[in-house]
């Protein structure tokens, strides 16, 4: 079957422009995350969706992220006023969210670069 | 400190050796560990799920969890040039965020 979808795969940004992510999670999962992989580094957590529940939005780096998820599948990740830092992949995942250890399960991400 | 560590590398070894790929942690809590291998340019892929101390084996990997010492590992027997990627691990309490290691680069030379 389909996996995690996203897009797009590449984007290239001027610095203080915004920017979109989409994430199409597997159908039927419940449970979606957005992490952040900078050159080198582990996977960062940004952000949580679980069904219904408030997000946990506790790994944002600043209010320039925000993310969103429309009728419990597709999410959006946005930057605002993008800084060079925020050079990254940023790497999406959803889990079927049943039981506390359901593996995620990841798209292959989108290479994020402000010039 | 982070809650995860894991040596970066890269770590370089000669075909059909064994490699031995290790996590600490510093969050008592964690009751899930998980290995993930990503190659490059993919996401990652999650090759190893445990959850309580002990040894897990999957054909010529094996996942090893010593709560008491904080201390992951993963052992991969008779390495192949295709298992040269960039390992993983991570870990997480309950249904909490899943929380990753730096990963190792690791390279199998033919």
């Given amino acids: 079957g389909a996996g995690v979808s996203q897009s797009p ?29 900078s050159l ?10 679980q069904g219904n529940s408030a997000p946990d ?18 999410s959006t990740l946005t930057i605002q006023r993008t800084q060079q830092e925020d050079s990254a992949v940023y790497l999406c995942a959803s889990s079927s969210g049943v039981g506390d250890n359901s593996p995620l399960h990841f798209g292959n991400g989108t290479r994020l670069t402000v010039t | 400190q982070k809650e995860v560590e894991q040596d970066p ?5 000669p075909e059909g050796a064994i490699v031995s790929l290790n996590c600490t942690y510093s969050n008592s809590a964690f009751q899930y560990f998980m290995w993930y291998r990503q190659y490059s340019r993919k996401g990652p892929e999650l090759l190893m799920y445990t959850y309580s101390s002990g040894n897990k084996e999957d054909g ?13 590992s993963l052992f991969i027997r008779d390495s192949q040039p295709s298992d040269s990627a960039t390992y ?15 990963g190792t680069r690791l390279t199998i030379n033919p």
């Fill in chain 1, 9 to 37: 795969s590449n984007k290239v940004t001027e610095k203080g422009k915004d920017v979109e992510l989409r994430c199409d999670p597997i159908s039927g999962h419940t449970a979606l995350y957005w992490y952040r992989q």
């Fill in chain 1, 40 to 49: 080198g580094q582990g996977l960062e957590f940004l952000i949580y969706f």
């Fill in chain 1, 57 to 74: 939005k506790s790994g944002l780096p600043s209010d320039r992220f925000s993310a969103e998820r429309t009728g419990g599948s597709v």
């Fill in chain 2, 9 to 13: 590398g890269p770590l370089s070894v």
């Fill in chain 2, 60 to 72: 010529r990997f094996t996942a090893q969890v010593d709560k008491s010492s904080k201390y992951i």
């Fill in chain 2, 88 to 102: 993983l691990c991570a870990m997480r309490a309950g249904a909490q965020k899943l929380v990753f290691g730096q």
